[in-house]
């Protein structure tokens, strides 16, 4: 199994990023696929999830209505779009899976927020 995260940077409150989550390994098109982050000296965050056909499930709170969870089956990729980005998404953004042989996770992809 391996996921592995892209498209974070830095950029500006009130900007936009969109993180893709690209999985190998397993069988993709079957299984719910979670976002999660981590800020130095926090505690890792459920940020958002989304079902193994596409409906999003839920969201934290502090990103509902700026967040929205995507997935292409056929290329076995997740997307996390981030719009009205704030200072507080800074984070280390990862996605993760978890199938029958164990719990997955990603690298994970930097997001820092910033003027």
């Known amino acids: 199994v391996q996921l592995v995260e892209s498209g974070g940077g830095l950029v500006q409150p009130g900007g936009s990023l969109r993180l893709s989550c690209a999985a190998s390994?397993?069988?993709?098109?079957?299984?719910?696929m979670e976002w999660f982050r981590q800020a130095p000296g926090k505690e890792r965050e459920f940020v958002a999830s989304?079902?193994?056909?596409?409906?999003?499930?839920n969201y934290a709170n502090s990103v509902k209505g700026r967040f929205t969870i995507s997935r292409d089956n056929a290329n076995n990729t997740m997307y996390l779009q981030m719009n009205s980005l704030k200072p507080e998404d800074t984070a280390l953004y990862y996605c993760?899976?978890?199938?029958?042989?164990?719990?997955?996770r990603g690298q994970g992809t930097q997001v820092t927020v910033s003027s």
């Open positions: 993760n899976v978890e199938i029958l042989s164990g719990q997955y």
């Open positions: 390994g397993f069988t993709f098109s079957r299984y719910n």
């Open positions: 989304i079902t193994w056909h596409g409906a999003p499930m």
